[in-house]
């Protein structure tokens, strides 16, 4: 069936770094979503790409729909604290069915004051 | 206003009892989804309800899970004779047709 793997599975990083974070599969997607889940939270949207090669940003966050629509990418420019949390990509189900969303295993990030 | 509430927020039951968890989405929203997420893992669908269409129930693990959305609003996600493997977060989400999926905080389930 669909997979989506993400890597790194966790970063500890330095306030102020940057960050990048990427999810692939091994077939092809016409939709990316990018979550994030705060502790205790259910995942939030965060950037929703449709387009292959798209490069939509959202504040300090940056996502890239991949060229051969079976990667993506999700950068963080000078992270901050509030950063911390699970990210996790996703995108629709056997056939496109965006009622049956996939998530990757996500990514932990940790930031250090 | 008011986002996805979920409750309880925490259940612990023993082995092979049955569990009630209960779902209330953002009013308005006609489609309605299960998720369940395990330890370190991302978010597994269980089921969807879209207004009086039969719910989508191919995520659902076992027979041992059914759920039910009453007058198209409230849902309730029923395990029965649960097993420790069951213990995990179970996530409800709301959206308007084929827009984003706003979620719940969860409940967890420990299955003792």
């Known amino acids: 069936g669909q997979q989506l793997n993400q890597s790194p599975q966790s970063m500890f990083i330095q306030e102020g770094e940057d960050v990048s974070m990427n999810c692939t599969s091994s077939?092809?997607?016409?939709?990316w979503l990018w979550y994030k889940q705060d502790p205790g939270e259910g995942p939030v949207l965060l950037i929703a790409?449709?387009?292959?090669?798209e490069l939509t940003s959202n504040g300090r966050l940056t996502a890239q729909f991949g060229i051969t629509r079976k990667d993506s990418f999700l950068n963080i420019s000078a992270s901050i604290p509030s950063d911390v949390g699970i990210y996790f990509c996703?995108?629709?189900?056997?056939?496109?069915?965006?009622?049956?969303?996939?998530f990757g295993t996500g990514t932990l990030l940790a930031v250090q004051p | 206003g008011a986002g996805v509430s979920q409750s309880p927020s925490n259940k612990v039951t023993e082995k092979g009892k049955d569990v009630e968890l209960r779902c209330d989405p953002i009013s308005g929203h006609t489609a309605l989804y299960w998720y369940r997420q395990s330890l370190g893992q991302g978010l597994e669908f269980l089921i969807y309800f879209q207004g009086n269409s039969a719910p989508d129930k191919s995520g659902l693990p076992s027979d041992r899970f059914s759920a039910e959305r009453t007058g198209g609003s409230v849902s309730t996600l029923t395990i029965q004779r649960t097993q420790q493997e069951d213990s995990a977060v179970y996530l409800c989400a709301s959206s308007l047709v084929g827009s984003e999926q706003y979620f719940g905080p969860g409940t967890r389930l420990t299955v003792t």
């Open positions: 077939s092809i997607f016409n939709t």
């Open positions: 790409l449709y387009k292959a090669g």
């Open positions: 996703a995108g629709p189900g056997y056939g496109g069915a965006t009622n049956k969303l996939i």
